[in-house]
Every structure is written in structure tokens, then in C-alpha cells.
């Protein structure tokens, strides 16, 4: 199985790209993982949050293929703790899914046709993160779920 995750927007922070690059080289260690960033949209302060969510949208659903299983990061997604997010990976991994992809959408969310194509949604948690600090959250909460699956001193209960 290959894991990727897709970012809408690069980060302006130095220390959340270092953190990020260094849980992705440790999730390489357990399986195929890609980060795939999709580019910010541009001259975004005469649109409105509807028009920019559409155009990420399509810079999102063009970056899917038709057999990836596509994971939404959304606060209305389902709630896990990080032994059942192990399940949720490990579970996949079971059921022989090809390519698992998870997606950061921006600040404003997902357009309706990102939805509809969604295989699933995943909250981090009840709370509201910026798109910057859950794909760090994301990533060591990833490197988390190999390391429970795989039964390592990492996750302490």
C-alpha cells in the first residue's frame, strides 16, 4: 500500500516543514509514503470563501486517481483515538487497499464535489486547527499508528 498525503498550500513556517520531513522519514521506515503539496491559490482576497474552496476543489479532485481511497481531514469526520486510527490504517492495509490518500484542504474546507468524492473524513478533533499545525499533527499521529501496528515502546496507554 502507498500512503499519500495532499496538502493544499505550502507552509510559511521553517519549523513545521522541518518537524513534517521528520516524521515522513520515519513513516518511510513501515511504508510507501508520499507528501504531495498542491499550490495555493492565487489572488484569493477579491473571492469569496465558496469561490476559493471550489478552485482548490479542483486542484485536489485533479490530483486524485479514480481508485485512490481519499481520506478527508474534517472536523465533522469520524473521531479516533490513536489505537483506533492504528486499527483504521492496519485495516486497510488488511484489505489489500492499493493507495491510501488523505487530504489537508485549506483554510476554508472542502468544496462540495471534494466531499462527494471522499471515501471517508477523519476529525483530529473537536477542535478547530490551522491547515499549518495538522499536518504536523497529522504526521506524527501517522507515525504513531505504524508504530502501535508494528507494537514499538513509541504509544504509551
Do not use: C
Request: net charge positive; aromatic share 12%.
Amino acid at each position: 500500500m502507498k500512503i499519500t498525503l495532499t496538502i493544499v498550500g505550502k507552509t510559511n513556517f521553517d519549523w513545521v516543514t522541518q518537524a513534517v520531513e521528520m516524521y515522513s522519514k520515519r513513516i518511510k521506515k513501515y511504508i510507501n509514503f508520499d507528501i504531495k503539496y498542491l499550490p495555493n491559490i492565487k489572488n484569493t482576497k477579491n473571492m469569496t470563501s465558496e469561490v476559493q474552496k471550489n478552485m482548490e476543489g479542483e486542484l485536489i479532485l485533479s490530483a486524485l486517481d479514480a481508485k485512490d481511497y481519499a481520506v478527508l481531514l474534517d472536523e465533522r469526520g469520524d473521531n479516533f483515538s490513536s489505537a483506533e486510527f492504528a486499527d483504521f490504517i492496519n485495516g486497510k492495509i488488511t484489505a489489500s487497499t492499493k493507495s491510501l490518500v488523505f487530504v489537508i484542504g485549506g483554510a476554508y474546507g472542502f468544496s462540495q464535489n471534494v466531499y462527494k468524492r471522499a471515501n471517508s473524513k477523519i476529525s483530529l478533533s473537536r477542535m478547530t486547527f490551522s491547515h499549518q499545525s495538522v499536518r504536523l499533527i497529522f504526521a506524527e499521529q501517522l507515525y504513531r499508528a505504524f508504530t502501535i501496528i508494528k507494537g514499538e515502546p513509541y504509544h504509551h496507554e
